[in-house]
């Protein structure tokens, strides 16, 4: 199996459909910067920390965040679109699953032909939801090419 674009915390913005969401990330959560290195944080974006003083870890330790705001395809499932028959339903029972300001934990696969990051998503209580979009029958699954 290929290692993961990335597993990161995120929390939902918006969803616009049945297996489709927009989220944020805090790209410096639970990231140990040491000083004098360059670190790569995922998404084609570095931090480099100064070499002496460790003024990133202080700025990090008094609350720095830098968020980058993702679309989300989940990965292995398809629901309807919108404009099908039980489009609109499945919206809403991800959206119910998955409601504004929830925490997801994303591990995501690869990017999409549209650039949306594939990924599977378990919620804060460890339910994994792109397994109950499915056995809710909300969804199907599809297996993902490789």
């Given amino acids: 199996m290929k290692k993961p674009v990335f597993t990161a915390n995120a929390q939902i913005i918006s969803v616009y459909d049945g297996d489709t969401f927009k989220c944020r990330i805090d790209l410096l959560e639970n990231r140990e910067i040491p000083d004098a290195q360059s670190v790569d944080l995922g998404f084609r974006f570095f931090i480099e920390t100064a070499a002496a003083d460790g003024a990133m ?9 830098i968020y980058h705001e993702i679309n989300v395809r989940m990965l292995g499932i398809y629901a309807p679109e919108l404009r099908e028959p039980r489009g609109l339903s499945a919206r809403d029972a991800l959206a119910t699953l998955l409601p504004n300001g929830a925490t997801v934990r994303l ?40």
Wanted: cysteine-free; aromatic content about 6%; hydrophobic content about 30%.
């Fill in 57 to 65: 870890r202080e700025m990090m330790r008094h609350g720095l965040h």
């Fill in 107 to 146: 591990t995501s696969k690869r990017l999409d032909k549209y650039g949306r990051v594939e990924a599977d998503v378990v919620r804060w209580d460890g339910v994994n939801i792109n397994q109950q979009m499915v056995s809710d029958g909300h969804a199907t699954t599809y297996a993902p090419r490789s």
